[in-house]
């Protein structure tokens, strides 16, 4: 099988993902598919993402969420040749990607788009992911949280399994080897957050001899392999546990006073929650559809999150936090050292930005939900930051147990601790 084994060759790929795509916005009146129903902003098919109005979280305005009840499949496919491990990779055009395409997991797909309620083609690899496949080996299988601030109770559930042998590639995919994703996880832009996310869950392993993911740093490596340490996940255990979910109701759209509908979708009044729903129109030669038009939220500006590390004993430490956010149906989850989300305008800690970066990507959130919005994503050597009851500073290998856990972590943990795979410390 043709195996890209560095970050330049699979780049030739993306760009071959590019060609006859095109995205333009245009009025809400040319979006025939959606509309107002029953107080949210509605596919006529009822299968794929709604844009409801809650209230009862932070502000009598009452907000504006992603609700979409299927969880998504994000799955990887693995496997060997010639003793060499490999992942099936996707180089996915999506209307609202940095660049335009980006590479995503071997299957990124709603219930809406593999059993093709909007009348496309199919979802390629999929029945090796959700089917039972004698080719096919599951490795591991849980269920993720999405953005809590985006998406009202959203999960995704997150595969990955290996095949006995290769599947027959099929265009806009590619085989990357280890060396491959080491290189790419340090670039901006390349790999999406779905594919972080699910590199990040992957084995991991403390030497390249064995069977999985091997950092490059060897202060990572050896954190890896440090001791667990029950009580300090038993602590951080125990503040998610004792967060308070907020008590939400839907409200229409309509009545949300701080929103009002316009020429291009909804926009607010005042920024507050700092984005605006507005259509798109998407013509992509490698997708299940060739051409579109949908909802896409736009924020006004750039977010931010930033995961503080330290060295101990010659391992690496990082800090994590426990932090509420709205639309999580866990109320909180254990996610990096600092997070602003897109169009939000507070500003970091002084020591998220004077402390010494080791790695940085900007990335940008799911393309098909959102139209560029962009944040950094950064490493940052720092150990100035006394524990408190909501945060910790963990090993790799407490991290990694957290990682591989349903419903514990936030997707911006996820996306950040990918770049730990590339990124030099020695």
């Known amino acids: 099988m043709l195996i890209a084994r560095t970050a330049a060759e699979l780049g030739q790929v993306l760009d071959q993902s590019r060609a006859n795509f095109a995205v333009e916005r245009v ?8 509309s107002l ?14 844009v409801v109005g809650v209230t009862g979280a932070r502000t009598d305005e009452g907000l504006v969420l992603l609700y979409q009840p299927q969880a998504a499949v994000t799955g ?33 797909s709603t219930p809406a788009n ?13 029945e090796a992911l959700i089917a039972h496949d004698r080719a096919t080996m599951p490795v591991d299988d849980t269920t993720q949280l999405d953005l809590g601030e985006r998406y009202l109770f959203k999960t995704k559930r997150s595969i990955l399994a290996r095949a006995s042998e290769p599947p027959p590639l099929q265009p806009g995919f590619v085989w990357a080897n280890v060396a491959a994703v080491r290189q790419a996880c340090l670039e ?73 509908r316009t020429e291009w979708g909804f926009s607010e009044r005042t920024l507050r929650q700092g984005f605006s729903i507005e259509f798109y129109r998407t013509s992509a030669k490698f997708r299940e559809k060739s051409s579109w038009v949908q909802p896409l939220v736009n924020s006004v500006s750039e977010g931010e999150v930033v995961l503080a590390c330290r060295e101990r004993a010659g391992a690496l430490e990082v800090l994590v936090r426990v932090e509420p956010e709205t639309g999580l149906a866990t109320g909180a989850a254990i996610g990096p050292s600092y997070v602003r989300y897109p169009g939000m305008e507070s500003l970091p800690p002084a020591w998220a930005s004077e402390a010494p970066g080791i790695s940085g990507t900007t990335e940008s959130d799911e393309g098909g939900r959102f139209f560029r919005d962009a ?51 020695d």
């Open 27 to 34: 009025p809400a009146s040319q979006a025939e598919d959606w």
């Open 37 to 50: 129903t029953d107080g949210a902003l509605q596919h006529s098919s009822r299968g794929f993402f709604s």
């Open 76 to 108: 990887l496919l693995s496997a060997h040749s010639d003793g060499e491990l490999c992942f099936l990779l996707q180089a996915r055009a999506e209307p609202g990607c940095l660049g335009q395409a980006q590479f995503g997991p071997t299957v990124q």
């Open 114 to 126: 593999f059993m093709r309620l909007h009348g496309g083609a199919g979802t390629p690899y999929v």
């Open 188 to 260: 901006s832009a390349f790999f999406n957050i779905d594919l972080r996310s699910i590199f990040s869950i992957a084995h991991w392993t403390t030497g390249e001899a064995e069977e999985g993911l091997a950092p490059r740093s060897l202060s990572v490596r050896r954190s890896l392999g440090a001791p667990v340490r029950p009580e300090v996940l038993g602590r951080l255990l125990a503040a998610l546990g004792s967060a308070e979910r907020a008590e939400l109701c839907y409200a229409p759209l309509e009545s949300l006073s701080n929103w009002r």
């Open 375 to 425: 944040s950094l994503y950064k490493i940052v050597r720092f150990d100035a930051i006394e524990e408190t009851p909501n945060n910790a500073w963990v090993r790799l290998s407490e991290l990694k147990m957290l990682l591989r856990t349903s419903n514990i972590c936030t997707i911006q943990l996820r996306g950040v601790v990918s770049q730990l795979l590339g990124a030099e410390f």
